[in-house]
């Protein structure tokens, strides 16, 4: 699949988990997978045939949260059982949060959604697949050096954009380089050097910023403090953060003059730029924007601005918490299914 063109893009839900498990089930020689979270019975089990068919595959899983919690625990059984070449990430980051696969040696898929049921029906999401041949070398280099745990030197010019290192900068240029628009989907924002970029976009530049953001209730308790102090900043400061309706918001997506995108698993978080294993990219295809854009537009005119007084946000929390819970309850239900139903 995405043969026809240097890029191309998946969205989600809109898309679904086809493009990618098509994608697996048409690998030829080799499969380097690189995941935060890996939980997604579907393409488990699409994984370990391609390993039975001869493809060469490697996987490297984050071992767990920083909270302790360990998503990725079945992965790594079942793929270690199945003797498919199954690492933990690489220890010199105690977060690997990056999504990426590399194909073939050829193709490269940089994505925001973990392989996991919700982020393929329930969540705003994006992953851009590009043929280009020096930017998948340089997903491939990445994951070589992870996996041999050696360090990885980025080429000095690129439109790819890693973490640790020069992420930060990156992001709050791409905003500096605005002129007259950003549309911005992030789940939080919480790193002050990016918040204040968007605040001197607004206030200084009059660049028009639209800004998708989780509502309060859907972050995680100890994101709430950071998280609801950045909203109101930026609030403070005339740029009023919206919420989607109906849809999860995991996408970190930013578009400057509807022209030009960075994409990537990033969020505006100290610890992404700081600590972890990230990668982003930039990119302006013509019809990948148009459709970004569109997209985006639609999303707005089905927003809500966050109320972010008090007495707003415990009313968020006490009105979704229970909903939120039995719809994810629902679709992983439903995926493990499909998933026996592909078994059988």
């Known amino acids: 699949m995405f043969t026809d063109a240097v890029h191309h893009l998946i969205v989600q839900p809109d898309d679904g988990i086809e493009p990618i498990l098509k994608t697996i089930d048409k690998a030829k020689k080799s499969l380097d997978i690189k995941m935060f979270q890996f939980t997604d019975p579907i393409l488990i089990h699409a994984v370990i045939e391609a390993h039975k068919r001869g493809v060469k595959v490697r996987v490297m899983l984050n071992p767990s949260r920083f909270t302790g919690e360990h998503d990725n625990d079945e992965a790594f059984a079942m793929f270690r059982d199945a003797k498919v070449p199954t690492e933990e990430t690489n220890p010199k980051y105690p977060i690997t949060h990056e999504k990426s696969m590399v194909v073939d040696g050829k193709q490269a898929f940089i994505m925001s959604l973990n392989w996991a049921p919700k982020y393929f029906g329930l969540t705003r999401d994006y992953g851009l697949v590009t043929n280009d041949s020096a930017e998948v070398a340089e997903v491939a280099g990445c994951f070589e050096a992870d996996w041999n745990r050696v360090d990885f030197t980025p080429p000095p010019v690129s439109n790819i954009i890693w973490s640790v290192g020069k992420a930060r900068q990156e992001v709050i240029d791409f905003i500096r380089g605005a002129k007259e628009s950003l549309f911005i989907q992030h789940e939080k924002y919480v790193d002050t050097p990016v918040i204040e ?87 302006s295809d013509p019809d990948l924007i148009k459709r970004l854009v569109k997209i985006f537009k639609l999303d707005w005119e089905n927003s809500k601005r966050i109320d972010l007084s008090d007495e707003g946000i415990q009313a968020d929390r006490d009105k979704h918490a229970a909903k939120e819970l039995a719809e994810q309850v629902a679709h992983e239900e439903k995926h493990a299914h499909i998933a026996r139903s592909r078994k059988a």
């Open 197 to 283: 970029a968007l605040v001197h976009a607004k206030m200084k530049n009059n660049v028009k910023v639209h800004a998708l953001a989780l509502p309060v209730h859907s972050l995680r308790d100890f994101y709430q403090l950071d998280g609801i102090a950045g909203l109101r900043l930026l609030e403070d400061l005339g740029i009023y953060v919206h919420k989607l309706k109906g849809t999860h918001l995991h996408a970190k997506l930013i578009l400057a003059d509807e022209n030009r995108a960075l994409l990537s698993s990033f969020n505006i978080y100290p610890k992404c730029f700081n600590e972890r294993r990230e990668l982003g990219i930039r990119f």
